[in-house]
């Protein structure tokens, strides 16, 4: 591929960081539409809340583990507890030089500077949104134009995705129902 072979050069000349391959580069292109990869950016793109650091949370964020089920709907399993802990352990401990539970910036540089790179856990490329947003990017924004009309949504996708929507707006709809404390409740 060329383009590995282009960030594999760069990297060699001091141009950018050395972690370029594999599951973060794919992340960068399928997640972001971000064509290149740099770790300094990469690093700040995903801590979450501008801590300088990534906690727990922004690395289950950045393998889209903070959803049990995949919002695009590809993995059709949800992900447990034991995956989401086995997932940030082997963060943690390919990273964190300190052991503070916590990947701080200078950490990072220096994993990449070592040639590290980010484990591919097999659970996809790592889906941050909800799943307006995931199907907006993996697909709307792809095969549909703005003022595209429900009439021309006949992909498969499209349908999965309005039968989902509905399904999620009726749990919502009854669960605001059931919020409803039974005093104010019409009664039948």
């Not at 300190?98 to 980010?118: C, K, M, P, Q, T």
């Amino acid at each position: 591929m060329f383009f590995g072979r282009a960030i594999a050069a760069a990297a060699a000349c001091g141009l950018i960081g050395t972690a370029a391959a594999g599951w973060a580069e794919t992340h960068m292109k399928e997640e972001h539409n971000i064509e290149t990869f740099d770790p300094t950016s990469f690093f700040s793109l995903h801590d979450s809340d501008g801590s300088q650091t990534w906690t727990k949370q922004d690395v289950l964020n950045l393998y889209g583990l903070l959803h049990s089920m995949d919002p695009t709907g590809e993995r059709k399993t949800p992900i447990d507890e034991d995956t989401r802990e086995r997932v940030v352990s082997r963060i943690m401990g390919l990273i964190d030089e300190d052991g503070d539970g916590v990947i701080s910036l200078d950490e990072w540089r220096n994993f990449n500077a070592r040639g590290g790179e980010l484990p591919d856990f097999g659970l996809g490329p790592g889906h941050h949104g909800d799943v307006e947003y995931e199907y907006e990017i993996h697909h709307w924004l792809k095969y549909h134009a703005e003022d595209d009309s429900d009439e021309s949504l006949t992909h498969p996708e499209d349908i999965e995705h309005e039968k989902l929507f509905h399904s999620i707006e009726d749990k919502a709809y009854v669960d605001q129902a059931n919020n409803i404390p039974a005093k104010f409740r019409v009664q039948a």
